[in-house]
């Protein structure tokens, strides 16, 4: 089976799981390359998400279009998809619970697309990854988790509210096309920083590489 035929399965399945919360809302699985290097994961959909039953197709979705275009690829080359995978009523904050309960779903779906990068997209989609991480601090940064490279942006929606928050994003973008080019080279420097220090922690550790 290849990875598309494996997503597919996966989103049936999902479709049905009558335990998952927010059952009222229509499933957006995600969609985009399964072959990618970066995967792009959101928070929740919104209105024009939930209708369409795509990730990222409102005001949010056009600028991270843009923002897809400006590092010179399209939507299509990337996978697109959010933690929790039904809107929010009112677009409200994913509770911990949901996320709790879309996070074996999304822990295959990443399996499956198996990216050198993950690019999370506001606060919920890093935290989910990084506990510990601010996003204002932490933003623009590469980290080292298992096998992965978690780079966590500002969600394209803040950007459409502040004109400094929308410059930070398009900086931090830029680098993306980089931390691909160099996974290899950051994760190995990485893996020999800690296993130099302290080899048996190498698994669970976590680890931060600034880009200039
Ligand atoms: N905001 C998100 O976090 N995800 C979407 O799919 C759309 C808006």
């Known amino acids: 089976m290849d990875k598309a035929e494996e997503l597919k399965w996966l ?6 799981d009558s335990n ?10 995600g969609e985009g390359n399964p072959d990618t ?21 409102g005001q949010a979705g056009k600028l991270l279009d843009k923002l ?5 690829w399209k939507r299509e080359d990337v996978y697109i998809t959010n933690i929790v995978k039904r809107r929010p009523p009112n677009n409200r904050d994913p509770f911990p619970e949901e996320i709790a309960a879309y996070a074996p779903y999304l822990k295959r779906q990443i399996n499956i697309i198996d990216p050198k990068v993950i690019a999370t997209l506001g606060r919920f989609s890093m935290n989910y990854f990084l506990p510990e991480a601010k996003i204002s601090k932490d933003r623009g940064k590469a980290f ?11 969600h394209p929606a803040a950007a ?16 993306i096309p980089i931390v691909v080019r160099d996974y ?20 669970e550790s976590e ?3 600034l880009l200039n």
């Open 68 to 72: 897809i275009a400006s590092v010179g």
């Open 160 to 175: 459409l509210r502040s004109t400094s928050v929308s410059n930070e994003l398009a900086t931090d973008f830029a680098k």
């Open 20 to 29: 998952l919360p927010l059952s009222e809302a229509n499933l957006v699985f």
């Open 37 to 57: 290097s970066v995967l792009f994961i959101g928070e929740a959909p919104g209105y024009h998400e939930d209708q369409q039953g795509r990730p990222f197709v």
């Open 207 to 209: 680890q931060t590489i």
């Open 11 to 16: 989103e049936e399945e999902m479709r049905a």
């Open 144 to 154: 080292i988790l298992k096998d992965k490279i978690i780079f966590p942006l500002y």
């Open 184 to 203: 290899k080279k950051i994760t190995s420097s990485a893996k020999k920083e800690i296993g130099g220090q302290n080899p048996q922690k190498e698994e």
